[in-house]
């Protein structure tokens, strides 16, 4: 009997353990809200996001970044789009991205893994 209880609680951390981990594809569908203004277009709203992370803020060189951003000295790793995510304007006071910000941390982690892969 001890055995059988040791392999339910082995399968049910596993399983909810799956359940929490970021969805690239569900990521990939939220995304489609940011691409009205991230995308590869020379007179696009807002920067590339393709490579994003692992990249300094405020970097590329085809894109005019508010001075806040500039300033940020972020460099774009897991916790920081975390943060900014959530909420961009307490990351980076007076960017100019006019989005309030997603409010469900599974959101944030499947843009995140979706992100990730975007090259």
């Known amino acids: 009997m001890r055995l059988g209880f040791l392999g339910f ?3 049910a951390a596993v399983t909810s353990a799956s359940a ?3 969805d690239a594809n569900h990521g990939k569908e939220l995304f489609l809200a940011c691409a009205a203004c991230h995308t590869e277009k020379a007179d696009a709203l807002g920067p590339s996001l393709k490579g994003v992370v692992g990249r300094k803020a405020g970097s590329l060189e085809n894109f005019r970044y508010s001075p806040a951003m500039q300033r940020s000295n972020i460099t774009w790793t897991e916790a920081n789009l975390r943060e900014y995510l ?7 006071k007076g960017n100019r991205m006019p989005f309030g910000g ?6 944030i982690d499947d843009v995140i893994a979706y992100l990730k892969d975007y090259k």
Request: glycine residues 0%.
């Open 86 to 92: 959530a909420d961009p304007q307490a990351k980076v």
């Open 9 to 11: 609680v082995v399968l």
């Open 20 to 22: 929490m981990a970021a």
């Open 102 to 107: 997603l409010t469900d941390p599974k959101d």
